[in-house]
């Protein structure tokens, strides 16, 4: 069974803090990494892809992807109440495919 | 910017009816999928589809479901006899050429 494994949360962090949400996934022969915003009674929201191991960057947000740890992680920095909502690693298993495997997510309370 | 549209928003039917879910996904995007999200769970493939055809599906996606693109921009899912069980958010979601999936705003239904 191919799984994409997170922290249920909350993470609770006060405004302004950084904040690190952690997701593992079991299929080594995964291509491709999402991060989804999901407020709540919505849809989700695209907010960072990575492909490469190392770092990406865009703007307050940072994925951090390790291939040989099967890990991949999002840093929020400067988190803002409006940050608050729940996050969905996403993981596309198979080359080609395209369908994603999402985890359960991480719900992030930024206190102000 | 370009979105993907869903209707209805909320659909009420009772157990045993028929359903079509309706999506417009983003007009040059190539691949299209469904997922569905049950109150509390994890957001979960359902169904792809590329050329007109099922590119691939989940062990969710059974015999009582099944979809269509009927015209150049309309994308359907259609849930034959519902059940109980398929409550949930179904969100539509669609890919340029890369891998990146933007999702459409869903649609909650509710089978009483």
């Known amino acids: 069974q191919k799984e994409v494994e997170q922290n249920s949360g909350p993470l609770s962090v006060p405004e302004g803090a950084i904040a690190s949400l952690n997701c593992t996934y079991s299929?080594?022969?995964?291509?491709?990494f999402f991060w989804y915003r999901q407020y709540s009674g919505k849809s989700p929201e695209l907010i960072m892809s990575i492909y490469s191991n190392g770092d990406k960057e865009d703007g307050r947000f940072t994925a951090q992807l390790n291939k040989a740890s099967q890990y991949v992680s999002l840093l929020i920095r400067d988190s803002q109440p409006s940050d608050s909502a729940t996050y969905l690693c996403?993981?596309?298993?198979?080359?080609?495919?395209?369908?994603?495997?999402f985890g359960s997510g991480t719900r992030l309370q930024v206190q102000p | 910017e370009p979105e993907v549209t869903q209707t209805p928003s909320h659909q009420v039917t009772q157990m045993g009816q028929e359903v079509i879910l309706r999506c417009v996904p983003i007009s040059n995007h190539l691949y299209f999928y469904w997922y569905r999200q049950i109150l509390g769970q994890k957001v979960e493939f359902l169904v792809s589809?590329?050329?007109?055809?099922?590119?691939?599906k989940s062990e969710i996606f059974d015999d009582q479901f099944s979809v269509e693109r009927p015209d150049g921009s309309n994308f359907t899912l259609k849930i034959r006899s519902t059940k109980l069980e398929d409550s949930a958010m179904y969100f539509c979601a669609s890919l340029a050429g890369g891998v990146e999936q933007f999702f459409g705003p869903g649609t909650r239904l509710t089978v009483l």
């Open positions: 996403a993981v596309n298993m198979d080359t080609g495919r395209r369908a994603l495997t």
């Open positions: 299929d080594r022969g995964s291509q491709s």
């Open positions: 589809f590329y050329n007109n055809e099922i590119s691939e």
